[in-house]
């Protein structure tokens, strides 16, 4: 990716649960439910619940790719991460991974340049990353608010499971398991995209949004009542570097003319009415702080994304790519 700093979006939220919670544990224990609720290890030696960045960035990820559906039917504007090419079943036509279309390329024919990558994966890989590179949305582990640490403890039951049979939808001969999950708790995380085109802070606000209203659904057992909770914006910001700007602007306009062709930027479709607020400076770094205004000031954002997902090149430019027609 570049390998310069243009601008970063840092986006502080607290999980406020609704529902019981399972983000499941990989390890087993002994003596104890089926499932237990993943822990972490603090300084002072006691175990607390915590939600893993990688459960909150597949969270957030696979909801933006539902979103991206809802705006372009056919072909289907986003890949499924794990999908192999060729092996796609009906329903799945054309929707191959893309970092899976990248790494039999690289091992059978030659290495592709990291703005070709760029250029020729879909939206969702463009932000959250694929097989071939890391991406440009980041989060970091939610822990239990300070706030919650000081007023409570997290709660835990023990609930039973009935196994269900996948192909019957009936119970997979009486078979039960148990779990344990979290009915007490409140947590924090931050999420970053750097370096991002504006439709990409768009596609994020819309996912922030139907968070705050408690639509998205976190961790295990999403169909049996567990995992809804709602967020809360705590902190929103954007920073440019070395650039006093008053307009929300992404990389087709900031990065030089010619990474902007490479990586095949999507321009900005309309001017931002709303205006970024007067920033405060450290350093070369420019700092908006959009915690009241980041739903006004995402608007320009969100209609790029609906423009780019409309015409979007994705899949015909990976699959021309991969067959050796451009
Ligand atoms: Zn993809």
């Not at 544990?25 to 002994?30: H, I, L, R, Y």
């Not at 089926?34 to 002072?44: A, Q, S």
């Not at 799945?92 to 091992?107: D, H, I, M, T, V």
């Not at 999950?181 to 995209?193: A, D, Q, S």
């Amino acid at each position: 990716m570049l390998k310069k700093m243009i601008n970063n979006a840092k986006i502080d939220i607290e999980i406020h649960p609704n529902d019981p919670l399972l983000i499941k544990s990989g390890m087993s224990t002994v003596g104890g439910a089926d499932m237990v609720f993943v822990r972490t290890y603090r300084f002072d030696g006691k175990d607390e619940p915590f939600i893993p960045g990688s459960s909150l960035k597949g969270m957030i990820r696979s909801y933006a790719e539902k979103i991206c559906r809802s705006l372009r039917d056919m072909p289907v504007p986003v890949c499924l991460p794990y999908l192999e090419p060729k092996k796609e079943k009906e329903g799945e036509k054309r929707q191959a991974s893309c970092g899976l279309y990248f790494e039999n390329y690289k091992k059978k024919v030659k290495p592709i340049s990291s703005p070709d990558i760029y250029s020729l994966s879909c939206p969702a890989c463009r932000l959250f990353g694929s097989q071939s590179f890391i991406g440009r949305f980041a989060t970091s582990d939610a822990y239990l608010t300070d706030e919650f640490r000081q007023n409570g403890r997290p709660v835990f039951e023990i609930r039973d499971g009935v196994a269900i049979d996948r192909l019957t939808g009936g119970t997979a001969g009486g078979a039960k398991y148990n779990m344990e999950v979290l009915t007490r708790g409140e947590f924090k995380t931050t999420l970053e995209i750097r370096n991002f085109e504006r439709w990409q802070l768009g596609l994020i606000g819309l996912v922030l949004r139907d968070m705050e209203q408690g639509l998205v659904r976190v961790g295990f057992g999403k169909s049996r009542g567990l995992g809804s909770f709602h967020a809360k914006i705590t902190n929103f910001e954007i920073t440019y570097y070395n650039r006093n700007i008053n307009s929300l602007k992404g990389l087709s306009t900031l990065a030089s003319k010619e990474d902007s062709k490479a990586y095949d930027f999507f321009p900005e479709t309309v001017d931002d009415a709303s205006q970024l607020p007067v920033p405060r400076s450290e350093g070369l770094r420019y700092i908006y702080n959009l915690t009241d205004s980041w739903k006004e000031s995402l608007d320009p954002a969100v209609k790029d994304l609906v423009k780019y997902i409309e015409a979007v090149k994705w899949p015909k430019n990976i699959e021309e790519y991969i067959a050796g027609r451009s």
